[in-house]
């Protein structure tokens, strides 16, 4: 939790003229679209973060809670924010985020939705020495994509490890293309191999 507290506030500040950008679009979309931004603020703050950090690292404006796809119209569909706002909004309230809302969610609905989707993101990591199996986590119904996929796993495995490298097994392509890209970002390094039915990916991170 600590190390999470910590993190959130260095993003925060490495992040910060970026999420002023963010708030000022959302601002304009939410008074358009009679919506609302998540009220917690380090719930919303977080988001706008993710957001930021997502446009860094792919160069567009993806959703926060899912990885680039290898199908370019899905991508489209993803940008933030996404075609899926209206109907999830239906359906849980908020979107699958839970950074915009109807108008007139009340705080108990804000908190139901904010603890859906931690629960589909705080789930128990396949970690074994050093190895992350990402593989075989239930579908987001409307992307079909994995939740959480290979890079939220990534990044709930760095909140608390400590290794100077670490294996990562994915099932496809993309995925290693994703980790490549984070890594180029993030300045660690990163090799990759090919098997039958999988990839494996070394994350370096202290060289
Ligand atoms: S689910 Fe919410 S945060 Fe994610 S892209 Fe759609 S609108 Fe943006």
């Known amino acids: 939790m600590l190390n999470m507290m910590i993190g959130f506030f260095k993003d925060l500040w490495k992040y910060r003229d970026k999420v002023k950008k963010q708030d000022k679009w959302m601002q304009k979309y939410i008074a358009q679209n009679n919506y609302a931004l998540n009220p917690s603020w380090m719930m919303s703050t977080n988001l ?4 930021s950090e997502m446009e860094a690292t792919f160069s567009k404006r993806f959703c926060p809670c899912f990885e680039p ?9 993803m940008m933030c924010p996404c075609e899926y706002v209206e109907d999830e909004i239906k359906e849980y309230g908020t979107c699958h985020c ?5 108008a007139d969610l009340d705080k108990a609905g804000w908190k139901e939705s904010s603890k859906r989707l931690m629960s589909e993101y705080q789930v128990p990591l396949n970690l074994k020495d050093g190895v992350l199996d990402t593989r075989r986590k239930p579908l987001d119904h409307r992307r079909n994509l ?5 890079m939220h796993q990534l990044k ?3 909140n608390s490890y400590t290794g100077d490298s670490l294996k ?3 099932e496809t392509k993309q995925e290693v293309l994703n980790l490549e ?6 300045g660690y390094g990163c090799l990759s191999e090919e098997h039958t039915n999988h990839h494996e990916v070394v994350l370096q991170f202290r060289k």
């Open 48 to 51: 706008k973060i993710w957001v």
């Open 69 to 77: 796809s290898s199908d370019p119209e899905l991508n489209k569909k």
């Open 98 to 102: 839970a950074l915009f809302g109807s």
């Open 146 to 150: 994995p939740v959480p996929d290979a």
């Open 156 to 158: 709930a495995t760095l």
């Open 168 to 170: 990562m097994i994915v």
């Open 181 to 186: 890209k984070i890594a180029f970002f993030r």
